[in-house]
């Protein structure tokens, strides 16, 4: 499928909400076309900007409503658990102060890349991107298995710069090698997988606001999708409030591996949706997988 959609962002829509940062274009004016940003910060001065007391203080990023009465009668609901190595909790900071999101590591060449929404690292057409970006494979109850890995590089869809398309809300971050490794070397990763239809049999994985998962844990659950709209795919499962954006939604996931096929990220119309029952992923097509190649080549 092809958004159809054209259009070009200011510089100024690029640069980042603060942080050191060099802003570099890529790829042409098509919406799937790709907008990046390769990231000044140090690492070590990244890692110490995320000190445990600014980790615990991070708020989660969304606009989902709070304080509603619950899901209509018959909708499943998240269960904290454990989490899987290749899914994580994503810290950035932005204009209004610091945050998370969701992220998980996707297969690349380079084996460093990690897929969110496109929302969780740039502000849209009235934003840029945003800067302290750090990523906790396997983050669970306050631990880090597996440390904190700093982002070189964010990639974001023209679209998503321009004018905030929500049929766009995906993107990639490469992070550093951590003590000589690559990521996905050390955590695994999902597999990116495109045009799989809109009515498939998920499980999300995701980090939601600790007023819903006061033990700190991911939670998860498995539905069956529907189609919202031409480009958007809708999820039905109460829990997934601010903070779960970006969550991969997978398809043939293996409870061994704990891996599957990435499909959407849980992002797009409403920026996720307005409620904590149901959620929204944009269509993965090819301008997904063109950021993909677009992101690996610059990372």
């Known amino acids: 499928m092809n958004r159809g959609r054209v259009g070009l962002a200011a510089a ?33 001065a990244v890692r ?42 994503l810290l950035l900071h932005d204009r209004t102060g610091d945050h998370y999101c969701t992220a998980s590591v996707i297969d690349s060449p380079k084996r460093n890349l990690l897929i969110t929404a496109a929302h969780c690292i740039h502000g849209g057409q009235n934003g840029g991107y945003f800067s302290q970006v750090a990523f906790m494979p396997g983050y669970d109850a306050k631990n880090l298995p ?8 964010l990639v974001v869809p023209w679209g998503w710069t321009h004018n905030s398309d929500p049929d766009l809300d995906f993107g990639f971050i490469a ?21 799989q239809g809109f009515v498939n049999r998920v499980f999300v994985g995701g980090y939601p606001d600790v007023r819903y998962e006061p033990g700190d844990h991911p939670i998860s659950c498995s539905n069956t999708t529907s189609r919202q709209a031409r480009y958007q795919t809708r999820f039905d499962c109460d829990g997934y409030p601010n903070g779960t954006s970006g969550s991969p939604w997978l398809l043939h996931y293996d409870p061994v591996s704990r891996t599957g096929q990435v499909i959407g990220v849980l992002g797009g119309f409403q920026q996720g949706g307005n409620t904590p029952w149901t959620s929204y992923a944009a269509y993965f097509d090819k301008d997904v997988w063109n950021l993909r190649a677009s992101a690996d080549r610059q990372a």
């Open 12 to 44: 100024a829509g690029v640069l980042a909400a603060g942080g050191a940062a060099v802003a570099v274009l890529a790829g042409g004016p098509g919406a799937g076309s790709a907008t990046s940003l390769r990231l000044g910060t140090p690492p070590t």
């Open 48 to 89: 110490s900007y995320w000190n445990p007391a600014r980790i615990a203080g991070a708020t989660a990023l969304g606009h989902k409503a709070q304080g509603l009465l619950g899901a209509p009668a018959g909708y499943p609901a998240g269960m904290p658990f454990h989490g899987n190595p290749a899914l994580g909790a």
């Open 146 to 153: 597996y440390g904190l890995w700093t982002a070189k590089l």
């Open 175 to 195: 992070v550093d090698p951590l003590n000589g490794h690559q990521i996905a070397d050390v955590v695994g990763h999902d597999t990116l997988a495109r045009d």
